[in-house]
Nanobody, 121 residues
Framework: QVQLVESGGGLVQAGGSLRLSCAASGSIFSISAMGWYRQAPGKQRELVATISSGGSTNYVDSVKGRFTISRDNAKKTVWLQMNSLKPEDTAVYYC???????????????WGQGTQVTVSS
């Protein structure tokens, strides 16, 4: 079964750091663009950062200079290094893959289960 499994969330004080990981499991041949989204209580899910299969990155303005997205295609893993965290970064963070190519075909718009990040002031 193909899955995106996030880890690394938790509680941290403002100014601290966390590193989120998202590992794709299953018989996966390749993964296209991946990204991290977040959803705070009462708000819509928003894009945080994306990275193409070739390593090109994109960030929402509010995290530029503080967050770094990276990936290892061989390990089928994407990370989000979050530094200088602020209380407004508190949200459930979701891993996303535009497409996963497997032995059973290609799956589009794939999401992980989410991991909670809480930043205290």
């Amino acid at each position: 079964q193909v899955q995106l499994v996030e880890s690394g969330g938790g509680l941290v004080q403002a100014g601290g750091s966390l590193r989120l990981s998202c590992a794709a499991s299953g018989s996966i041949f390749s993964i296209s663009a991946m990204g991290w989204y977040r959803q705070a209580p009462g708000k819509q899910r928003e894009l945080v950062a994306t990275i193409s299969s070739g390593g090109s990155t994109n960030y929402v303005d509010s995290v530029k200079g503080r967050f770094t997205i990276s990936r290892d295609n061989a390990k089928k893993t994407v990370w989000l290094q979050m530094n200088s965290l602020k209380p407004e970064d508190t949200a459930v963070y979701y891993c996303h893959a535009d497409s996963l190519t497997t032995g059973r075909g290609t799956f589009y718009d794939y999401w992980g289960q989410g991991t909670q990040v809480t930043v205290s002031s």
